[in-house]
């Protein structure tokens, strides 16, 4: 069975940090990533990895406070958000999928469930 467990969310004070986790099971992906949500909006990207790491990008407001990491040994990818902010509130999404298009068009094959992020001002 396929499966995207992520975690690591919670409670943060405005400037302070978070590490989210994924980890997959059942397939090796080639492109993962997170996205976010707010209940009521579209799912946002947040930022994605090629396997081999040589592939990254994000979406600009992260640019410069989040890095995305991945441990294909573990098979797990990582979002170290530094610098947080109220903004940053969110529901945060693991994305995997074969193809980089699908994870830019934000249909991906495979989806975690997801954990809360949120920063108080």
């Known amino acids: 069975q396929v499966q995207l467990v992520d975690s690591g969310g919670g409670l943060v004070q405005d400037g302070g940090s978070l590490r989210l986790s994924c980890a997959a099971s059942g397939h090796t992906f080639t492109m993962m990533g997170w996205f976010r949500q707010v209940p009521g909006k579209e799912r946002e990207f947040v930022a994605a990895?090629?396997?081999?790491?040589?592939?990254?990008w994000y979406e600009t407001s992260v640019k410069g406070r989040f890095t995305i990491s991945r441990d294909n040994a573990k098979n797990t990818i990582y979002l170290q958000m530094n610098s947080l902010k109220p903004e940053d509130t969110d529901v945060y999404y693991c994305a995997a999928d074969g193809q980089r298009w699908a994870i830019q068009a934000g249909s991906p094959d495979c989806w975690g469930q997801g954990t809360q992020v949120t920063v108080s001002s």
């Open positions: 990895i090629s396997r081999s790491g040589d592939i990254i």
